[in-house]
């Protein structure tokens, strides 16, 4: 079981910066490939960012890229979105989620590959 808590959301203006926490429980975080998904009012969950359990390997949704950078820090169990140049398209709650990884290079994108995920962090961007 992993448990998943998301921190650092707020109220930033249009161009400003973020910084997403994602603290898990557990002693095998490095075990585990993650992902960060959003949702917005009336808008199903979509897709951001995964990373591997390695940290070697991430992909990004086009909407987001270049812009987000996802990070993990294994001694931690954390992982981290940085947002910057955020658009009020990026409001949204903001989800990390979890899942099982058995190749260090894995990533993975739908939402229902996911096991584990967090209560989410609000975070609204104004224009």
């Known amino acids: 079981q992993v448990q998943l808590v998301e921190s650092g959301g707020g109220l930033v203006q249009a161009g400003g910066s973020l910084r997403l926490s994602c603290a898990a429980s557990?002693?095998?975080?490095?075990?585990?490939?993650m992902g960060w998904f959003r949702q917005a009012p009336g808008k199903e969950r979509e897709f951001v960012v995964a990373?591997?359990?390695?940290?070697?390997?991430?992909y990004y949704a086009d909407s987001v890229k270049g812009r987000f950078t996802i990070s993990r820090d294994n001694a931690k169990n954390t992982v981290y979105l940085q947002m910057n140049s955020l658009k009020p398209e990026d409001t949204a709650v903001y989800y990390c989620?979890?899942?099982?990884?058995?190749?260090?290079?894995?990533?993975?994108?739908?939402?229902?590959?996911?096991?584990?995920w967090g209560q989410g962090t609000q975070v609204t961007v104004s224009s």
């Open positions: 989620a979890a899942r099982r990884a058995y190749s260090g290079s894995y990533y993975y994108t739908p939402s229902y590959e996911y096991e584990y």
């Open positions: 557990g002693r095998t975080f490095s075990s585990y490939a």
């Open positions: 990373i591997s359990r390695s940290g070697g390997t991430t």
